[in-house]
């Protein structure tokens, strides 16, 4: 085996990369799965105090024998801020703990003031409650907002086929409200509202009008897609998408600058709506998240308590996005599950409590806007008057199959089509793919009356039981009444008519047409959430299946399955009911989302009574889904993008260390490290013009090589800048030191710089031998952006968020087989002695190299590692 050296004869290394101004990130390129994940990061930090000079510092110089005390001024932040602490630069992870550690030193402080006045009294109140009223505006900007995107949405959906000439900007269901013309059969149609043919042709039927019509939808169709693509390409190339995978990401600790903010918000509502209404197989649910955490985003800045403070605000953040998902659904409580669940990443209890009230408001809000008309939060609500029995759990749980096959299936292909239009010129022309995309589905969907309605409108039709009220072709069952072949709109359990035939047809078509068209919409540079298609799928194929059904129960009731339970002439059977299930478990399959998802369709629904169809149809769905792939589509996403994110709910199983792990390896240049009080100012220039590292373990000398701190590069430069710009006599000989007092130096030195404040005094620390289940485990639960690696107290190398995310690609390309639990003791604490029988000496440098255990795997048993020591210069003892 190999050794690597830590580092040279004046304690750092030098090599030739970039200097800071264009310094490369522990979180680079990382290669997945056929995948380059480019992170653009730096992981810098803040510093930890805010500094300034400290005038009447003593320091002590040294000449010859003699020693005297001159007094001046050492560079020692402790007073005044320097500009630019406390925030990070784009593209960069937070560091969780020091954000806790600042909040908790700021909450100390206000309740030590508290006290002194009433003035300091009243600031420690409106510090307690700005939490409660930066919730309290998300959901009220959320509710607003997603209250007038279902309303500009509805009447330009209905845009495409007419338009209202008593009142433009009333959409065809409330044109006709208050017609007295319109008949029981065709309720949709009234003389105030007229078709694009009758307004331009004069007529309402014949060849022509249909192909007026025709064109007229295609025409409407293509120009909202293009203003849409053409808004946010110019404006906010941030509003495209659905928002969830950055959201997520986001809430990790991930910074991406302009992504929550002000235009972004601005352009996704205007866009959303133009894309929801140009007929693309999308929804709107998935965005109005992101249209959420925009809110709250802009509002925790007029806070202090969270505009400073990173972690604080991704608090604000998760309650922002329960707030989303229940002006979306109409499900309060279906949003703090979905946030717990699925995008938070840490969610203490009073962000349980926040969530609830900003999900509350939302809700209200939205409530008082009525933009549906039916004084529900949702246009889904239904009411089946039948129970489920329990040999219905056998097509439930085949519906669950179908969604975890769907959900598969559109992950792999989805991932497989965004990955190609990264890597191909077709990505290069957002605009020209959009409208292709748009022209497709406007010319394909016309013909068919279920894929030219809107996606929100066919899965009510789909939900609805049949009753007397209704007029749609999926109730147009026989009547057997005196042997007559009448029509009726009757209720289930009749021998299904050419009405109900002709639909199954449709929906058939409509299911092909809406499974390929989803598979290349998401992903488009338009707002595009996921979630209403998906369930517009699994209700197609639940209607279809419940309807088969139905039959089957009225062809053959003397069947031992049916006897027990369907009587003649009863209903037992409720098709709609069927169609709730499959979109939940096609919904289930694609996000694999459980219980948020069984509450979110209960609550859309009012279906309480079926919470278990739900369940059984939904874990199905997540079980087959997992089968094929454990990640859903939104972690999917987030690989294919590069965002730097560690799944929580991924298990770490194998067996390798820490050191296996660590940077550097055999092939990279040695660790550079810096010593307490030996460097001077252009000796660590050098090294962070020299080098791309993002900090720089810190130990006591040449000699002890023992752990003292972390000095990320950031604060490092940040100090040089600010020593030089506000005190005289920072030369580029002054000695640099991160003790507490200054060393002894010759009465002819300059100035010294101290630095101890910018020093981490306490990093993260693992042994080599650390099993890396536990460091994953570490860098999950504390969010650390990196740890180091220490033998016996010496620095061998650190480990990143990078180099975990590296380490975990190649260990899904390369599975690691699970060794013996002997086997992994053994290697996992090594003998103190070297193979010859004897002690292993210490030198200064003490490196332990062991190859990956994919790369030699006819690795004997019984062979021992192999300790390499370095002298000075840099060779093998």
Known sequence: MESEQLFNRKGYYRNSYNS??????????????????????????????????????????????????????????????IPGVGTYDDFHTIDWVREKCKDRERHRKINAKKKESAWEFTKSLYDAWSGWLV????????????????????????????????????????????????????????????????????????????????????????????????????????????????????????????????????IKTVTLVLAVASGLSLGKEGPLVHVACCCGNIFSYLFPKYSKNEAKKREVLSAASA?????????????????????????????????????????????????????????????????????????????????????????????????????????????????????????????????????????????????????????????????????????????????????????????????IMTIFTFGLKVPAGLFIPSMAIGAIAGRIVGIAVEQLAYYHHDWLVFREWCEVGTDCITPGLYAMVGAAACLGGVTRMTVSLVVIVFELTGGLEYIVPLMAAVMTSKWVGDAFGREGIYESHIRLNGYPFLDAKEEFTHTTLAREVMRPRRSDPPLAVLTQDDLTVEELQGIINETSY?????????????????ALRRDITIAIENARRKQEGILL?????????????????????????????????????????????????????????????????????????????????????LASPWYYHKKRYPSSYGPDGQPRPRQHNVQLVTAFPGRQADEEESEEEVVNLLDGRGSTL
């Open 733 to 817: 000989t002054s000695r640099v030191y991160f003790t507490q007092h200054a060393p002894t130096l010759p009465a002819d030195s300059p100035r010294p710089l101290k630095l101890r404040s910018i020093l981490d005094m306490s990093p993260f620390t693992v042994t080599d031998h650390t099993p890396m289940e536990i460091v994953v485990d570490i860098f999950r639960k504390l969010g650390l952006r990196q740890c180091l690696v220490t033998h016996n107290g010496i620095v061998l190398g650190v480990i990143t968020k990078k180099n975990i995310l590296e380490h975990l690609e190649e260990l899904k390309e390369h599975t690691e087989p």
């Open 323 to 515: 707030a989303g998902v229940s002006v979306a659904f109409g499900a309060p409580i279906g949003g703090v599950l979905f946030s717990l669940e699925e995008v938070s990443y840490y969610f203490p209890l009073k962000t349980l409590w926040r969530s609830f009230f900003a999900a509350l408001v939302a809700a209200f809000v939205l409530r008082s806007i009525n933009p549906f008309g039916n004084s529900r939060l949702v246009l889904f609500y239904v009411e089946y008057h039948t129970p489920w029995y329990l040999f219905e759990l056998i097509p439930f749980i085949l519906l669950g199959v179908f969604g975890g096959l769907w959900g598969a299936f559109f992950i792999k292909a989805n991932i497989a089509w965004c990955r190609r239009r990264k890597s191909t010129r077709f990505g290069k022309y957002p605009i020209l793919e959009v409208i292709f995309v748009a022209a497709i589905t406007a010319v394909v969907a016309f013909p068919n009356p279920y894929t030219r309605q809107n996606t929100s409108e066919l899965i009510k039709e789909l939900f609805t039981d049949c009753g007397p009220l209704e007029s749609s072709q999926l109730c147009q069952y026989r009547s057997q009444m005196n042997g007559s072949k009448a029509f009726v709109d009757a209720s289930p359990n009749k021998p299904a008519g050419p009405g109900v035939y002709a639909a199954i047809w449709q929906l058939c078509l409509a299911l092909i047409f809406k499974i």
């Open 20 to 81: 800071i101004a264009s310094a490369s990130s522990d979180e680079e390129l990382l290669d997945g799965a056929g995948v380059v994940m480019d992170f653009h990061t730096s992981e810098d930090d803040n510093l930890l105090d805010g500094d300034a000079t400290s005038p009447g510092s003593n320091y002590v110089m040294s000449n010859g024998g003699g020693v005297m005390s001159s007094t001046t001024h050492l560079l020692d932040f402790l007073e005044e801020p």
């Open 135 to 266: 919730v309290t505006l998300t959901g009220l900007a959320s509710g607003a907002l997603a209250g007038l995107i279902d309303i500009a949405a509805d009447w330009l959906n209905d845009i495409k086929e007419g338009v209202c000439l008593n009142a433009m900007w009333f959409n065809h269901e409330q044109c006709c409200w208050g017609s007295n013309e319109t008949t029981f059969a065709e309720r949709d149609k009234c003389p105030q509202w007229k078709s694009w043919a009758g307004l331009i042709l004069g007529q309402e039927e014949g060849p022509g009008s249909y192909i007026m019509n025709y064109f007229m939808y295609i025409y409407w169709a293509l120009s909202f897609a293009f203003l849409a693509v053409l808004l946010v390409k110019v404006f906010a190339p941030y509003a495209c998408g659905s928002g969830i995978p950055e959201i997520k990401t986001i809430l990790s600790g991930f910074i991406i600058r302009g992504y929550l903010g002000k235009w972004t918000l601005l």
């Open 694 to 710: 993002n900090g720089f373990p810190v130990i006591v000398s040449k000699e002890s090589q023992r752990l003292v701190g972390f």
